[in-house]
């Protein structure tokens, strides 16, 4: 009998790139990405989930900066930064991925999240980072197409920044998410 993986990893660029299974509003980390919809203003999922725990002060940040950068909402593929409030990470890191449709700019709409979150870490000195698997809840996005997109785009970032970071993560909710994260990571790192 075949055990599923709990965790699997790299090290690309002298940085731990790692993949567990688990809940991201429990990573201690210095930011956790948000999986977040344009209104910036929660919703289900990821993003319901670090703003209940999270509390307030999330809210009343993004409420800020809807209001002074992006009136019209988050475009996708974008990032902005906050305060983490109640969570145990620092920063949370809200972007928005794409709906899944077969559309060509949609896997570059979903590599942009894991770019500008990776590129906004760099600007902040954040040096442990984790995301969800942004895109595959409720957008849609099948999980053996994200997962090597999400990989590709931190591979690529920890090979231009060798030293930005100590480590970036992927809390993957369960365990048919973590094991085709795992799948695509051994492709990912063997390109």
Do not use: W
């Not at 509003?25 to 203003?41: C, E, G, K, M, P």
């Not at 995301?131 to 409720?138: D, E």
């Amino acid at each position: 009998m075949s055990r599923e993986p709990t965790s699997s990893e790299a090290t690309i660029g002298g940085c731990r790139l790692a993949l567990v299974q688990g809940d991201i509003t429990l990573a201690a980390v210095d930011a956790i990405v948000n999986a977040a919809n344009r209104s910036l203003l929660g919703g289900g999922g990821v993003d319901g989930a670090i703003h209940r725990r999270g509390g307030p002060e999330i809210l009343a940040e993004c409420k800020r900066i809807r209001a002074q950068r992006y009136p019209e909402g988050l475009p996708t593929g974008e990032a902005v930064l906050t305060a983490a409030g109640r969570l145990p990470a620092r920063y949370v890191i809200h972007t928005v991925g794409p709906v899944y449709s077969r559309r060509p700019e949609v896997p570059g709409l979903l590599a942009a999240c894991h770019r500008n979150s990776l590129a906004l870490a760099v600007d902040a000195g954040i040096r442990t980072i984790a995301f969800p698997a942004i895109s595959t809840g409720v957008y849609g996005y099948p999980v053996e197409l994200a997962a090597p997109i999400a990989l590709a785009a931190a591979k690529a970032h920890l090979e231009a920044h060798p030293s930005a970071h100590a480590e970036v993560r992927f809390v993957l909710f369960d365990a048919a998410t973590l094991a085709a994260f795992a799948a695509a990571l051994a492709a990912v790192v063997a390109a």
